[in-house]
């Protein structure tokens, strides 16, 4: 009888990418199965209060590495193993955090694109920082993405609700014990002024949109009932000058009701969305 051929071996390693400001990012990479047809470089960029570590509890990087795309999972600062720093807010991720793991995973790349997939905040950092010029990718791939602001939500309902979310999240948190302090400051400004913009008002994310133009894919479920509905997510997306693709999940993978906001990507339930996305991406390679 003949030996079944042998599993094709992964090839993963950690490694620390500094951004321009000196902080240590934590990154996981992994390179496609051996003889496997390369394509080109994911970037992962994770939610808000989670880590890289997301992309790993239901195969998420191993299924796009599968299809020949190297993965760069990454820690934002004082998230995970990134360097924990106490002053860590939302424009550090943009102009610093992503355009770092960006510029060096282009270092790795020989061939084929560099796209940054990113969920909830990696997906609007991602967006805002290709929008002022900071972040120069081939393409975002966007799921649940929705930055809060009342301009994107058309329903007055879950409006105040999120108003109310972030309020929340500020009971009874310290510096100490709440490393994100300076990123949940940032977020609760976005929504209690309306304005998406940099700490120090420089910066405009919001009025930049019209400045992305690299092609956009657009995920977003029907079981994400808060954070980033669809039609919160489709507002955003039109002030974009992306040719953008977008996909609904209307049920979910095993008959039942659409994945909520973390399961899209934390579970296989959204697996067949994952297949739409890796065709979406071969045609870019």
Same mark, same amino acid.
């Given at each position: ?53 997301? =992309? ?33 807010? =939302? ?43 900071? /972040?120069?990718?081939?393409? /975002? ?10 301009? =994107? ?65 657009? /995920? ?66």
């Amino acid at each position: 009888m003949k030996d079944r051929p042998a599993a094709p071996r992964e090839r993963r390693e950690s490694i620390d990418v500094e951004t321009a400001d000196g902080a240590k990012l934590r990154a996981d990479v992994r390179e496609p199965p051996w003889r496997t047809a390369r394509r080109g470089t994911l970037i992962l960029a994770h939610a808000m209060m989670t880590r890289r570590g997301e =992309y790993e509890r239901a195969g998420f990087a191993r299924f796009f590495a599968s299809r020949g795309w190297r993965t760069v999972a990454f820690d934002f600062r004082s998230h995970g193993d990134s360097e924990k720093r106490e002053d860590a807010g =939302y424009d550090d991720f943009v102009q610093r955090d992503l355009p770092a793991i960006v510029q060096s995973a282009r270092f790795r790349t020989k061939t084929g694109p560099v796209v940054v997939v990113g969920h909830s905040l990696g997906a609007h950092t991602a967006l805002a920082s290709q929008a002022i010029g900071a /972040l120069k990718a081939d393409a /975002l791939v966007s799921i649940a993405g929705s930055i809060w602001l009342r301009a =994107y939500e058309p329903s007055a309902a879950r409006w105040m609700l999120k108003r109310g979310a972030f309020k929340a999240l500020k009971l009874g948190s310290d510096a100490e014990a709440r490393p994100d302090l300076a990123l949940l400051a940032q977020l609760t400004r976005v929504v209690e002024e309306g304005a998406w913009v940099s700490e120090d008002g420089t910066r405009d994310y919001r009025a930049a949109l019209p400045q992305v133009t690299v092609p956009i894919f657009a /995920l977003a479920s029907r079981g994400d009932l808060l954070v980033s509905p669809p039609d919160s997510v489709a507002a955003m997306m039109a002030e974009t000058s992306a040719p953008t693709t977008s996909l609904v999940i209307e049920r979910s993978d095993d008959g039942g009701a659409a994945p909520g906001h973390m399961e899209i990507v934390t579970t296989d339930r959204a697996r067949s969305a994952w297949e739409r996305v890796a065709d979406w991406l071969q045609q870019l390679s």
